[in-house]
């Protein structure tokens, strides 16, 4: 017979079953609770689980929370239905938020930012931040401590394989090695998922799984068992085909991190993603964000769109065999004529000319 998974959807249901878990989980300290800008929360164990749900589909409501450590876990229910957003903290650990369903708005340092399912943000321990979620859904938010962090990375070394067998190089690894050292600097990174990457939260699913069943229900070699979990997580989240990763500064502009969503979904759709759609996917309006493109290009949205519409045509001429008709059809242009002035003004000839200047054997 097949072992029922323990899945974030059942993890109450689990929970309740095996009571004898049951007791306050003492690995989280929050400091200055009733602070509106200071508080502080201290991670006493090496890695910590809150899982948070939103089951009735009202906004800034969290219905029910888990926290689940090596040292135990806790459970709070709120029937009542009471509006439950955090309030702004920082604290001494990494902490990855990863959105399973539904939308999630964070905000960062004062600027808020929509998080959909399958997108995920790894924040230093200098940042301050809250979160809310917008209607039903629920999120994992994944807590390292900086010693297991380090230990983390020098396990990341094999042993058995030889390094050149390996990727050594992870943007995780990278940026928490960086971060580890700062005392000052308020980083973090944005995983904002490749453009109808449909897989992206199968995958976080599967390993949030099994990253619950891990911790409630520990056996023989579990911290390996954890670790090979975390590694495979920070593995799938610095995969190019899933994902973009936006490393973030707040001594930035503070419209970056938009401008680079914008920027990725204009790649992802070879810049054709029509307004509206882009306006759902950010949450932001389109003259909001006709604003923030201005600001980095010079150009409208429209225009910007295209600049990737006609480098997508180009590489379509030299690459392939297509008709310059079947090219303007894939990058929806029901009229020609538009397609072939647009890429005479982008590129100084028409499309035949290009092909047969620049087309290599």
């Not at 219905?63 to 957003?85: A, K, Q, T, V």
């Not at 201005?294 to 001429?317: E, H, I, Q, S």
């Amino acid at each position: 017979m097949q072992k029922e998974i323990i899945t974030p959807d059942k993890a109450f249901d689990v929970y309740k079953q095996h009571s004898e878990l049951e007791f306050e989980d003492n690995s989280l300290e929050i400091h200055n609770f009733d602070s509106h800008s200071n508080t502080y929360y201290n991670l006493n164990t090496p890695l910590h689980l809150i899982l948070m749900y939103n089951t009735c589909g009202l906004p800034n409501v969290t219905d029910n929370f888990l926290s689940i450590s090596p040292s135990g876990s806790h459970f709070l229910c709120n029937d009542s239905h009471m509006d439950g957003i955090s309030k702004p903290h920082r604290h001494n650990y990494f902490e990855l938020l990863i959105v399973l369903k539904g939308k999630i708005m964070q905000e960062i340092e004062g600027k808020e930012y929509l998080y959909p399912a399958g997108s995920c943000c790894l924040i230093n321990h200098n940042i301050t931040h809250t979160e809310r979620f917008l209607k039903e859904g629920f999120v994992l938010f994944l807590g390292l401590r900086m010693d297991f962090v380090k230990e983390l990375i020098a396990g990341s070394k094999s042993a058995i394989f030889p390094a050149s067998n390996l990727a050594t190089s992870n943007s995780i690894f990278t940026f928490m090695e960086e971060n580890i050292v700062s005392d000052a600097q308020k980083y973090y990174l944005d995983f904002f998922p490749v453009y109808q990457n449909h897989k992206s939260t199968e995958t976080l699913h599967r390993v949030a799984d099994s990253l619950v069943r891990a911790l409630f229900l520990p056996r023989l070699g579990v911290d390996h068992v954890l670790k090979g979990l975390l590694y495979e997580l920070f593995d799938y989240l610095d995969t190019k085909q899933a994902y973009h990763v936006i490393p973030m500064k707040l001594s930035s502009k503070n419209d970056a991190l938009l401008f680079s969503r914008i920027r990725h979904l204009m790649e992802d759709t070879n810049g054709r993603m029509p307004r509206a759609e882009l306006e759902k996917a950010l949450n932001y309006s389109g003259n909001y964000l006709n604003t923030i493109v201005k600001t980095y290009t010079g150009r409208n949205l429209f225009d910007y769109g295209m600049t990737f519409c006609m480098k997508r045509a180009a590489r379509l001429l030299t690459e392939t065999d297509m008709s310059v008709a079947a090219i303007a059809e894939t990058l929806k242009f029901s009229n020609q004529g538009h397609f072939y002035k647009l890429f005479k003004e982008t590129f100084g000839c028409l499309p035949k000319e290009y092909r047969r200047t620049h087309k290599t054997a």
